[in-house]
């Protein structure tokens, strides 16, 4: 029978060649290689999922009153984009399951890209030849941000729409053309013309999962043609990368995780609301609510807009530079700059061109790993600053003292967490050092009272 | 009956019954040793994902079930994870154990060579490469510009003029959401009011205002706006200059020797401007005061735009200080 | 270890400072036969005791500091409750808001320190200063949701959140609604307490507001549709789950599926 498969695919297509190479193709198989894989199989349930969603969702801000079975939103005006998200969620059979799978599907998505991150950064993964592999790796993470802003900013509901306006305004802020490009983008001035939703809609659903699809292909591509990295070890060099075969081996591993991943987003979406956008009520302009947040993974920027002292120099008529354009738009620009110059910068630095397929462990690295956890621990200040306010309410610490605090620790504590890496990666390679010598010592011994 | 016995043993055999592997002479996969016991449980877990996948459907069926997402959650969840399960079951004790080596792929550096080649002697008997490309590199760019140009007409790109239009003028009345004007006299301390344009749209960012009446004695607003606050009553743009949200807090404070000052607060970052002296900034990222809408008090004791905007409203762009709302 | 134990001790400090600052360090003070006194006389004698030196030997309040310790330790503040009647005093004294450590401080929700016939005295006591409004008895019954959920949109949410999940305006606490009774908001509503608005009947009528105390009431257990509502907060609760849950068990499902060693 499969005897049978295999001729007929290879008749029509003359690919037993490639397939026999494909399926023992070797994959070293560290555990922390798996979190892209996670990443791709979020990708996948994000893709079913929301294809299922637009099945359902109306992209139009036209006005309805509210009909349904949720007593608190009787008889409300509001869009029907808003109205077939809470139609789905509450009146749907396992439309909310559905619904709450895809938004958990997104929030893992982007966490599991976070982690591939750091694994590839403080591994050394992303140097030549695989450089292009992680330019290719960020562009997708930006495409990712931007594709959860656009699909929770579509259900029009209360709290999205303060974040939509926050866009706006980041937008704005651009010196010089930022109205230009607002105006484009939203067809006028904020809320824009109705057309806004389409152009929304259009680029959630189609344009940019496309974009991050053929993303993923490109660097899946790439991956496979300069294998994978791997540690050092017996047999493992920079010539021979050891590991396990794709069939019959890895295959079941990789279905695995697969199922394993999908298991675990459906049971966030059967058992943890996620996004009741029937608690938060529609969008207008003129409303808003305490403790409106974006999801965590703009939650740095809400940190930065909400941490930026009052500057907004302005003369003769002209602001240069509005207010939310340092926490909105510089303070990301500048964390992807950094991401995308690092390479580059490592290489100008160490002087080292070469190629790597053997991969560091961080402490063999001990400037980058340093590096790196200083400009991570000033990311993540950022980000929980966001939250001060929050915690304010929960634990009574006062608001505006944190924002005080912050504006000192968010400078001094990455000098702080990049001095101890430094100092931890070393002693760790100290003691390997003497650890190595004191079995050398033993080894020679043991030879000497042999002899 | 003997149909059944038929089928149970069958079922007997399926599970209980060992394959034989077959043997090449030389093995492209290494061989392993058989471990049945992990195969029944691998079918186990399979059997238990079918189970849980088709209660699913069952699920689905059933109407009006309390807690039904909830439920439908569970057993697909269950059936993956089962299926998860099974194959790392298969993955760890049935699929053979092979440590395979290949070696890493080097560039290829005749066949770089070759590309080379092939570009270089295609081109060989050129003799104005630099014109040629010049000529067919403005062709593409201009190509380039025109295929991108309609994109110019997603909005209206080149004017602004749009950020400075609002709807109030001299003489429109204050109304509430439902359109009923406001009184002067049903304005009263301590809390605050969200008033629109009669007749305009209320989602426009230059409609909504919100307005407090303070005590007289503590108004000290800029210059030119003495007349801005009749009897103590002030009205300000609700969005926010800072990233557009609604100004929707008011701190009123009841006792004023130990309690801060009026404010109207911004929920998204927290900017805070003072009412009395113009909508000011005291705390938070702001750039820009709250414009502020002069007010006047008709003959029937309706409260009245007084003119436009102290500025234009809305989040700051580069030209927002550049001219008066109109 | 011992650094853990500093760290476990700050956080269990930052969380015993709230309760703190809000009730008299030394408690109340009572009289030494309750039982044997009438309601108005005890009314006026846990008056003296506990709240003249804040709001004045007969309630007219203090509105600058006093060069001399009052009783209790206490140099107090407080406005005048002439005429506030015996809806201010039920509010303040059943929350807890009062009696205050601190005139500077905000009032929050504390432990009722007074026992019940105790509050009915004082609460008589504060309503005979002068006249003024009664303890309101609000009909949430009433009230239609939806359009709670508007009134309570427009004038609550931004402060409060939309779900009365509490939050913070420049310097205060709006607090959290859960344990805030039908008459304690009624009463709320009216009086603003601290830098809270205060919403008249003209501004919002009896009617509306027993429509807001049932949307109120109706979201102290909001139709949690999808789950677990952690919280009812939305993202920040969400992301927790997200690295908290979902990235522990994808890391740890890694590490079932991946090798362990390196090498």
């Known amino acids: 029978m499969i005897r049978r498969v295999v001729v007929f695919v290879d008749e029509r297509t003359g690919t037993a060649p490639f397939l026999k190479k494909a399926l023992r193709y070797v994959f070293p198989d560290h555990w922390s290689f798996l979190l892209g894989e996670v990443a791709l199989y979020a990708f996948v349930v994000l893709v079913a999922t929301g294809i299922y969603l637009t099945f359902f969702f109306v992209p139009s801000t036209e006005t309805v009153t509210y009909h349904g079975s949720y007593a608190p939103l009787q008889g409300v005006e509001m869009t029907k984009a808003y109205e077939s998200v809470v139609h789905l969620s509450l009146e749907v059979k396992a439309g909310l399951l559905i619904r709450q799978t895809h938004h958990w599907a997104a929030n893992v998505f982007i966490a599991a890209i976070v982690l591939h991150l750091l694994r590839i950064f403080f591994t050394g993964a992303y140097r030549k030849p695989r450089d292009l592999t992680y330019y290719v790796g960020l562009v997708m ?84 043609s300069r294998h994978h990295t791997q540690f050092p070890g017996p047999k493992k060099t920079e010539r021979k990368v050891v590991g396990t075969p794709t069939y019959p081996g890895q295959t079941p591993k990789s279905l695995g995780l697969l199922f394993g991943t999908t298991s675990l987003l459906f049971f966030l979406g059967g058992l943890v609301q996620i996004n009741p956008v029937w608690l938060w009520g529609p969008y207008e302009t003129y409303l808003s609510t305490n403790g409106a947040q974006p999801d965590w993974y703009l939650g740095w920027l809400i940190g930065g807009l909400r941490l930026m002292p009052n500057w907004e120099p302005s003369a003769f008529g002209y602001t240069f530079v509005p207010n939310p354009f340092w926490g909105g738009a510089a303070f990301p620009l500048v964390v992807f700059a950094v991401l995308l110059l690092w390479p580059t910068a490592e290489r100008r630095i160490t002087g080292d061109r070469g190629f790597h397929n053997l991969l560091d462990r961080p402490r063999d690295a001990p400037w980058r790993t340093a590096f790196g956890a200083g400009f991570f621990t000033w990311v993540f200040l950022v ?14 610490l006062s608001y505006v003292d944190q924002i005080h605090a912050y504006w000192v620790v968010i400078w001094v504590l990455p000098l702080v967490v990049f001095a101890v890496a430094l100092r931890v990666c070393r002693t760790l390679q100290r003691k390997e050092l003497i650890e190595a010598d004191q079995r050398r010592a033993q080894m020679e011994a043991r030879a000497a009272n042999r002899s | 009956m003997s149909r059944l016995r038929d089928w149970l043993v069958a079922a007997a055999v399926l599970l209980l019954g060992r394959g034989r592997p077959k043997r090449r002479e030389t093995r492209l996969v290494a061989a ?87 570009v270089e002697e295609s081109t060989d008997r050129i003799t104005r490469k630099r014109l040629l490309g010049l000529a067919a590199g403005a062709a593409g760019a201009a190509v380039g510009v025109a295929l ?59 409609a909504p205002l919100v307005v407090v009446r303070l005590d007289p004695a503590t108004i000290a607003l800029p210059a030119g706006r003495e007349s801005w606050a009749p009897d103590g009553i002030v009205a300000y743009s609700k969005i926010c200059t800072h990233a557009g949200c609604a100004v929707s807090l008011y701190r009123s404070p009841l006792f004023e020797p130990v309690e801060p000052a009026p404010a109207l607060v911004c929920p998204c970052h927290y900017s805070t401007f003072n009412p009395a002296t113009g909508g000011t900034v005291e705390f938070g990222p702001a750039g820009r005061p709250l414009p502020q809408l002069p007010l006047v008090v008709a003959a029937g004791g309706e409260l009245q735009s007084g003119g436009n905007f102290s500025q234009a409203p809305g989040p700051s762009w580069w030209g927002v200080r550049m001219r008066r709302p109109t | 270890m011992t650094r853990r134990a500093l760290l476990l001790g700050l956080l269990l400090f930052m969380l015993a400072v709230p309760g703190a600052g809000a009730q008299p360090p030394q408690g109340i003070v009572r009289p030494a036969n309750e039982a044997a006194l009438s309601l108005q006389e005890l009314g006026s004698q846990l008056f003296a005791g506990n709240c003249s030196t804040c709001h004045g030997s007969r309630g007219e309040g203090i509105e600058s500091a006093r060069p001399s310790q009052g009783a209790g330790n206490i140099t107090g503040l407080g406005p005048s409750l002439v005429g506030v009647g015996a809806r201010a005093a039920d509010f303040y004294l059943r929350t807890g808001y009062m009696p205050l450590g601190d ?16 509050l009915d005295a004082l609460v008589q006591y504060v309503a005979s200063l002068g006249e003024g409004p009664p303890v309101p008895s609000p009909r949430p019954e009433r009230g239609d949701v939806a359009r709670g959920l508007e009134l309570f949109t427009r004038h609550c949410a931004g402060c409060h959140q939309v779900v009365a999940e509490g939050g913070f305006v420049t310097p205060a606490v709006a607090p959290p609604l859960d344990d805030a009774t039908a008459t304690q908001v009624a009463e709320a509503v009216r009086i603003g307490p601290y830098v809270m608005p205060t919403f008249s009947e003209k501004q919002i009528s009896d009617h509306d507001l027993n429509a807001i105390i049932a949307y109120v009431e109706a979201s102290k257990s909001p139709d949690d549709e999808g789950g677990w509502g952690i919280g009812h907060l939305g993202p920040v609760p969400e992301g927790m789950v997200t690295w908290l849950v979902a990235a522990v068990a994808l890391v740890a499902l890694c590490g079932i599926i991946g090798t362990r060693s390196r090498s």
């Open chain 1, 141 to 224: 993470l930006f495409t990712a941000l931007l594709e959860g802003y656009l699909g929770y900013s579509l259900v029009d509901d209360l709290l999205s729409g303060m974040g939509l306006a926050i866009g706006y305004s980041v937008a704005l802020s651009i010196p010089f053309f930022g109205a230009n490009l607002a105006n484009l983008i939203w067809n006028g001035v904020y809320p824009g013309a109705e057309d806004f939703w389409s152009r929304m809609y259009i680029a959630h659903v189609l344009l940019l999962p496309v974009l991050i699809g053929l993303l993923i292909g490109i660097h899946l591509f790439l991956v496979a």
């Open chain 1, 383 to 396: 980000f929980v600053a966001g939250s001060a306010d929050r915690i304010d309410v929960f634990f009574g």
């Open chain 2, 32 to 118: 392993g040793p058989e471990n049945p016991g992990s195969e029944l449980v691998a079918v186990a877990l399979f059997l238990a994902a079918a189970l849980c996948a088709a209660a699913f459907p069952v699920l689905y069926a059933l109407d009006r079930l309390p807690r039904q997402t909830q439920l439908l959650g569970v057993a697909i969840g269950l059936a993956f994870a089962f299926l998860a399960a099974a194959m790392i079951v298969l993955a760890k004790r049935v699929v053979p154990d092979e440590e395979l080596d290949e070696n890493y792929s080097l560039p290829s550096v005749p066949k770089q060579e070759e590309l080379v080649g092939i």
């Open chain 2, 148 to 206: 991108v140009t309609p994109a110019v007409s997603l909005g209206p790109v080149f004017d602004t003029s749009g950020f400075y239009e609002t709807p109030w003028r001299r003489g429109r009345r204050l109304v509430d959401e439902q359109g009923r004007p406001l009184l002067a006299d049903d304005i009263e301390e301590a809390t605050f009011y969200t008033a629109f344009p009669e007749g305009a749209d209320k989602e426009s960012i230059a």
């Open chain 3, 103 to 118: 005139a500077g401080e905000q009032p929050r929700r504390s432990r009722v320190l007074f026992a019940g016939r105790e």
